[in-house]
């Protein structure tokens, strides 16, 4: 069974100057556990949106969302509420997506305590929750200074590693990935996505990655599907759609995206993989490259 | 003052070595000795007049001191019924300061969750437009109405004086959480399941409550003014009982005769607290202003 199955989706915004936007325009898609779909496209073409739908952060206006085998958008609030801690999303703008006025440890303890409103009783003792929290921190990366800093005291990757630990604290099957490093230095950048396919593999997690960076996509998903305006273009194994892309639109998108890097060995890497360690440190290499 | 708890775009865009804005010709140092002294009154008169002996009782005419003029005995003389002012003074602010603090405090748990719920939907709707029309009634007419309707005691008076400040709360609290209900760490909350009660509180109160608190300050030092003026017009706590208002009145009819004292030192000790009040409000806004910049 896919853990994510939605069928002829379609969400429209309406303008302030009165127009209709279809952002997503009957999208339908299937995303097998463990795997890693990348969504690329560019500023506005719905991608986000997309990613949110999957979620029910917005509302869909038609089409169906099937979350490990669950219809969501026919959950009562609630029981949405419950189990989001299973579909979790990290946000582009880390610093954004933290509450400036909470510590590091309060952010990534709160989905627990809301866990725990719900009945988890493994998270009842703030004891266990505090181990879970500081073990989660270590996983990404940081240590237990961290617990009483608050976000505006962390660098922007730290600050993104504590976002991935929010949702991570909670043990989630499927993550949406949105944009996740496009705010970060490219150095910076490498180390969170080689962090990201490290998890995938230890958690077994699923990944949506949206993403306007082909290079990322590239290296980072097994999966691609191009959007323009709020339908899938193309869709294909990551090496099929940008090796040989068949849709003009894709073939533009690439064409527009940077040259190819120098020294770098992309066209060696196994396209496929995304999660195996060579492609992560591919990354870092390419990273390399570029700020040399 | 900087908008709350809005996220700045990028951390590096920080900017360093920002003057600091003087807000008055005070320093820093004098500055906080006088908000020292603002917290004390506040706190200190009606702890006063609870628990130091008083040189008279504020409560026994003496028929033969009426209207002495400040001495040794009498500091702050006599009123009309040869009762002591000083006393008197001191005594009013064991009702007037705490009817001012708890009427703020009433609108405030009433005003603020209203106002958080009120951004959207029908009822948010139909709350604020209650709200405006609270909001055009005259406040005075309205306090001196319902008290007169209710009995007129303490309590009334608070919740009149909270019934007239508490849209003033919903306004900003509603504006506050139109603003960061789009900021992304609200989206974040919802996307980790926090109840709608929970983001208001944790997430959109928790980035607003500068704004609310300096207006609470405000807020009480405006109560006094308006419980002085109930009790000027006659209508809340009832003699003998002495309040900064009705002392007032009392006092206003011995001007004529040049007996200024009855009138004019109540009138200090009420200015000296909505002073203080203020004082305190410019501390908190301080306060939270380099809170803000540190971040």
């Not at chain 1, 189990?83 to 999303?89: C, L, V």
Request: with cysteine; hydrophobic share 45%.
């Amino acid at each position: 069974m896919p853990i994510i199955e939605i069928k002829d989706v379609r969400k429209t915004f309406r303008t302030p100057q009165g127009h209709t936007l279809n952002a997503v325009d009957g999208i339908s898609l299937s995303v097998e556990r463990g795997e890693t779909l990348g969504i690329i496209g560019e500023s506005g073409s719905g991608k986000s949106t997309l990613g949110r739908l999957i979620l029910r952060l917005h509302e869909a206006d038609s089409g169906t969302i099937l979350l490990e085998g669950e219809d969501i958008r026919s959950l009562s609030k609630r029981q949405l509420r419950k189990r989001r801690r299973s579909w979790q999303i990290v946000f582009q703008e880390p610093f954004a997506s933290l509450n400036p006025r909470l510590t590091i440890r309060q952010i990534v303890e709160e989905p627990l305590i809301v866990a725990k409103q719900f009945g988890a009783s493994e998270y009842r003792s703030k004891a266990e929750r505090l181990r879970l929290v500081t073990s989660t921190l270590e996983e990404v990366g940081l240590s237990e200074d961290f617990l009483d800093r608050r976000p505006a005291n962390l660098s922007g990757g730290q600050q993104q590693r504590v976002g991935i630990a929010r949702c991570l604290v909670t043990d989630p099957s499927l993550v949406v990935l949105d944009e996740p490093t496009s705010s970060l230095d490219l150095t910076i950048r490498a180390s969170i996505l080689r962090m990201l396919a490290e998890l995938q593999v230890s958690r077994g997690l699923t990944y949506v990655f949206i993403s306007h960076d082909i290079d990322t996509v590239r290296h980072f998903c097994s999966r691609v599907a191009v959007m323009h305006r709020g339908q899938f273009v193309e869709t294909g194994t990551t090496h099929q759609v940008l090796s040989n892309p068949q849709q003009p639109y894709t073939q533009k998108l690439m064409a527009a995206a940077m040259p190819p890097i120098p020294y770098s060995d992309s066209s060696t890497a196994n396209a496929s993989s995304a999660v195996n360690a060579s492609s992560a440190a591919n990354a870092s290499s390419a990273a390399k490259a570029v700020s040399a | 003052m900087s908008i709350q708890g809005l996220p700045r775009t990028s951390p590096g865009l920080r900017v360093t070595g920002w003057p600091r804005r003087s807000r008055n010709f005070l320093t820093n140092k004098s500055s906080t000795v006088l908000t020292a002294i603002a917290v004390a009154v506040i706190v200190g008169l009606p702890l006063l007049a609870l628990f130091a002996p008083l040189p008279h009782d504020p409560f026994r005419p003496d028929t033969n001191a009426i209207g002495i003029a400040p001495n040794g005995i009498h500091w702050f003389g006599t009123d009309g019924n040869g009762m002591d002012v000083f006393s008197r003074t001191i005594e009013a602010a064991k009702l007037d300061l705490p009817i001012a603090l708890a009427a703020t405090a009433l609108s405030l748990v009433v005003g603020v969750p209203l106002g958080l719920f009120a951004t959207s939907g029908r009822i948010g709707d139909a709350i604020m437009r209650v709200i405006d029309a609270f909001a055009a009634l005259p406040i005075i007419v309205i306090a001196v109405v319902s008290i007169k309707l209710m009995g007129g005691g303490a309590t009334d008076v608070i919740l009149a004086i909270a019934v007239v400040a508490a849209p003033r709360f919903v306004r900003l609290s509603r504006a506050s959480a139109m603003t960061l209900r789009s900021a992304r760490y609200v989206e974040a909350a919802a996307a980790i399941g926090c109840s709608p009660v929970r983001i208001a509180f944790n997430h959109i109160f928790r980035n607003a409550y500068g704004v609310v608190l300096v207006q609470a300050t405000l807020t009480a030092a405006n109560a006094l003014g308006t419980i002085a003026a109930l009790n000027f017009l006659g209508v809340g706590v009832k003699p003998p009982t002495p309040t900064w208002g009705a002392m007032i009145n009392d006092g206003v009819s011995m001007l004529i005769r040049g007996e200024w004292w009855a009138a004019a030192f109540p009138t200090a000790a009420m200015l000296l607290a909505i002073a203080s009040l203020n004082v305190i409000a410019g501390a908190v806004e301080n306060k939270i202003e380099r809170v803000e910049r540190v971040r």
